[in-house]
């Protein structure tokens, strides 16, 4: 290169470097954002992840004392004026009214809903009581029918649209063995998501679903006795669980719940602007194709 341009592109290659090092807008900054089951594993990753990128996050969950636990943890990333937390049971329609007006009053409105609390629960199907049948409904069908009504609500008020994401599962698309009550209900999950999706369209407000499998490490379900259930239903030893499904999936991962707080992300921002009613597994392969 001739001395003069050869200087040109060293000038702009500086100034490109200076550009890199200032501080970047916040993709998420001025959002607010309610995270249910924000005590769990999955639900604090997601936080976190909100939090980072700008946003207030409202975090709710039935457990009280994991609920503070969790806000403790939160506020390393945060400042005390972007968190605050709320207790509430989505299974009661009061209560997660109450959980809505507080997320209002504190920031201000509520742009971003991430519908995530939830249970885990196993039984063959002839040893599935009316009782596991109907805490599976209650929970993971009439607690997101309540939240996600509650949230269309609000962001219909405010005239700006939003964002919902459900985080439902894998095996809401894939049967699994033992679980039909679950499964049954994470399908309606999706299916719910998809039908706010559709009436969401006309007030700008997205609904997408996240998808995760397996998240062992990190997860309060799989500290009880799903894990058991589990691992006697694929015949391993429980302390193997998670080896089991790394290895089960296509690429070999394991799925953290940083991974599904990256998909969350990206469905609850402008990123995924252009989608709605869809389903994004994060699941490293799993509901695409048997490996094993
Ligand atoms: P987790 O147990 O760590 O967190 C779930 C949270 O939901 C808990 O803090 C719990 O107290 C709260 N919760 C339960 N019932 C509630 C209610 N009625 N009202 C309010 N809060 C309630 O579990 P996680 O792994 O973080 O799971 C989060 C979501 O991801 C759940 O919907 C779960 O079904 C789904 N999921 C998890 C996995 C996994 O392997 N971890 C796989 C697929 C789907």
Redesign the pocket.
């Given at each position: 290169l001739p001395e003069q341009e050869a200087f040109d592109i060293e000038y702009w290659l500086l100034e490109e470097a200076k550009l890199q090092r200032m501080p970047k807008p916040k993709s998420l900054a001025g959002r607010v954002a309610l995270v249910?089951?924000g005590?769990?594993?999955?639900?604090q990753a997601v936080a976190r992840q909100l939090l980072q990128e700008g946003a207030c996050v409202m975090l709710t969950?039935?457990?009280a004392e994991?609920l503070e636990e969790a806000k403790g943890n939160l506020l390393k990333v945060a400042g005390k004026d972007n968190i605050a937390t709320v207790q509430?049971?989505?299974?009661s329609e009061t209560e997660v009214e109450a959980v809505l007006t507080a997320t209002a009053l504190r920031f201000g409105g509520l742009d971003i809903l991430v519908s995530?609390?939830?249970?885990?629960s196993a039984a063959p199907l002839e040893d599935t009581t009316l009782e596991i049948w109907q805490r599976n409904q209650d929970?993971l069908v009439t607690?997101y029918f309540l939240v996600g009504r509650g949230a269309f609500r609000l962001m219909k008020q405010q005239k700006i649209g939003g964002s919902m994401v459900f985080?439902?599962?894998?095996?809401g698309l894939v049967a699994s063995a033992g679980a039909s009550a679950y499964c049954t209900a994470k399908a309606a999950e999706i299916h719910l998501a998809r039908c706010i999706a559709l009436e969401g369209a006309a007030i700008g407000v997205r609904v997408n679903v996240v998808n995760?499998?397996?998240?062992?490490r990190g997860?309060?379900?799989?500290d009880g006795k799903w894990k058991e259930e589990r691992a006697a239903s694929n015949k391993i030893d429980s302390d193997n669980i998670e080896e089991f499904y790394r290895q089960r999936s296509m690429l070999k991962l394991s799925v953290l719940p940083e991974d599904i707080a990256e998909a969350v992300y990206f469905m609850a921002s402008d990123k995924s602007g252009k989608s709605t009613g869809n389903v994004l597994n994060v699941d490293a392969g799993n509901a695409a194709a048997f490996t094993r």
């Amino acid at each position: 290169l001739p001395e003069q341009e050869a200087f040109d592109i060293e000038y702009w290659l500086l100034e490109e470097a200076k550009l890199q090092r200032m501080p970047k807008p916040k993709s998420l900054a001025g959002r607010v954002a309610l995270v249910t089951g924000g005590a769990g594993g999955i639900g604090q990753a997601v936080a976190r992840q909100l939090l980072q990128e700008g946003a207030c996050v409202m975090l709710t969950d039935i457990d009280a004392e994991a609920l503070e636990e969790a806000k403790g943890n939160l506020l390393k990333v945060a400042g005390k004026d972007n968190i605050a937390t709320v207790q509430g049971n989505i299974t009661s329609e009061t209560e997660v009214e109450a959980v809505l007006t507080a997320t209002a009053l504190r920031f201000g409105g509520l742009d971003i809903l991430v519908s995530n609390a939830g249970i885990a629960s196993a039984a063959p199907l002839e040893d599935t009581t009316l009782e596991i049948w109907q805490r599976n409904q209650d929970i993971l069908v009439t607690g997101y029918f309540l939240v996600g009504r509650g949230a269309f609500r609000l962001m219909k008020q405010q005239k700006i649209g939003g964002s919902m994401v459900f985080v439902a599962s894998k095996n809401g698309l894939v049967a699994s063995a033992g679980a039909s009550a679950y499964c049954t209900a994470k399908a309606a999950e999706i299916h719910l998501a998809r039908c706010i999706a559709l009436e969401g369209a006309a007030i700008g407000v997205r609904v997408n679903v996240v998808n995760p499998d397996a998240v062992i490490r990190g997860s309060r379900i799989w500290d009880g006795k799903w894990k058991e259930e589990r691992a006697a239903s694929n015949k391993i030893d429980s302390d193997n669980i998670e080896e089991f499904y790394r290895q089960r999936s296509m690429l070999k991962l394991s799925v953290l719940p940083e991974d599904i707080a990256e998909a969350v992300y990206f469905m609850a921002s402008d990123k995924s602007g252009k989608s709605t009613g869809n389903v994004l597994n994060v699941d490293a392969g799993n509901a695409a194709a048997f490996t094993r």
